[in-house]
């Protein structure tokens, strides 16, 4: 039956809504309570956002006697769109709408001109109330857990526009956006049955159907940055959200996108002679990766960074070495210097990703904060290059011996290297007034991973001075952390998640261990690997102070608790 001649007319998402009109008697159902003006935007108008209410757009409820009829007012054309489930909003999940909405986001103009029950530009699904909420957590919530950029500028919302034209990459979007509704605080729909958990997975699966057509064959190089934006998010999405216990689902997924490189990608930088100390990735090397559209070098750089964390939890490590062998190394790690130049080369190469997608509308606050967070930046990559440096040495294997003096120099040379963000980063503290805000909250994001590397480091090889590094390495996350939490809540203290749980397992100290368990069940909202993260704190928490743990960071130990990486 073909529903698309019963279809309602698009309704666009006003921004302004009736400004200076009379009073709307079409508008929310809390401001028609209320009998005040609504400026009918949506899915939560300015007032109920203002005020922080519940922005009510449900539909008036049926009598319970009442049978449901075949299509819904909002579902008109789902069939024909071959979309999953789409229903209106309701009072539970607008609660997480209104979390959202109360975040100091600058308007996104452009992104509100997508119709709510009709096609988005050339993606072919259609979006009612509940996916523009998801949108909405997916563009604040999910940017502000992965960057300190103003989110209207940031890789993900680069990713959101390939979105709009990709139905692929939307499915992820609105998988992760409704997920988060699904997880928030304030919403009664929780749980992995709830109506809004089982949209995100569809969409993911009909995300994970159209990534196996894609890949099929031949990619057409148009098709790259497509392909690679579903793959970082399908990745992200195990990460948060994967119900695989085991983690065997999130290493499949690695192995596939490493083949996805190895297929699609051509050899990016020659053979390089390993003993050099200066590889040379600055002449020959860099003209080659200089092919690479910008977008597909920052998404390559993201994708190995995801893969390095993945790996020191004993789940990844294959994506960084297929990059590694079309360098002509064995490993990323058989030499630490040559990998970790590659990844600030290739970084390097797509700086001016900002700059050619919004081009004379880029802000100049934005060129600062580029600026300003150059050489943060670079240090979280060479974290990254830490991090899988030393899951390769927890293997013990024979051939991870020679990272051992090569992980002990390179600490000691980022701590030359970066010493003035180290001592910028050192006085950071609850008085600091500070006119470069994004800096600051930068700083107390990335500095805590190298800490968390030498915390990391300091439990699998002899360090020259341990016992002070690590109170040293301990004390600085720990500071730096409750900054973080102090200013940006939350979101702030994800991002640095990882250097706060090396740092519990770090301290004997009852009321910073509380403190860090605390923060962890807080992060619980943002996804299932929290939780997994925030019981397996607690089962080795409880086991350090009845004097049974061991040293060894061993997260298989416990058979009751799921596999999961920060």
Known sequence: MDLTDTNPDPVYVGVFGNRGGPRSRTGCHTCRRRKVKCDETRPVCRRCARLSRPCDWSSPRRRRDSPPTSISASGHGRQACNSPHVEPCTTASDAAVILAASLPLPRFSWAYDIPLYAHTSQSGL??????????????????SLHDTK?????????????GISSALVMHMVLAIGLQYLSASPDSSQRGEDNALCVDAVRHYCEAIRLLGQAIKGSLPRSELNTVLAALWLILVYEQYFGHDTTGQALCKHLQGAASVLEANLPSLVPALHTGNEQPPVGDHSIRQAQDLPYL????????TVLDAR????????QLNLSLARSMGLDHPSQTEVPWSHFLSAIYDHSEPLSQATWGTEYPSTEVAYDDDNQAAFQLYRYCSTLRLMAAQIRRRDGETSSLIPAAKRMLELLQVQFSELFSTAARISSSLKSSNEGLIMTLCWIVPHYYGSVLDFSRIIDMDRPEQQRAEAREQILKLAYYSWENGGATAIARASWPLFMAALATSDCIHQ?????????????????????????SRIREMRQGVASDELDLTSSSQISQFFL
């Open 296 to 303: 597909t070098s920052r998404l390559l750089v993201r994708l």
């Open 126 to 143: 259609c979006l009612g109330p509940t996916d523009h909420a998801a949108i909405l957590l997916y563009r604040s919530t999910f940017v």
């Open 514 to 538: 509380d403190w860090v368990l605390s923060r962890f069940e807080q992060l619980s909202c943002f996804g299932i690997n929290y939780r997994r993260a925030h019981q397996w704190l607690k």
């Open 310 to 317: 993945a790996a020191s939890f004993g789940l990844g490590g």
């Open 150 to 162: 103003t989110p209207t500028y940031s890789v993900q919302s680069i990713v959101f526009q390939i």
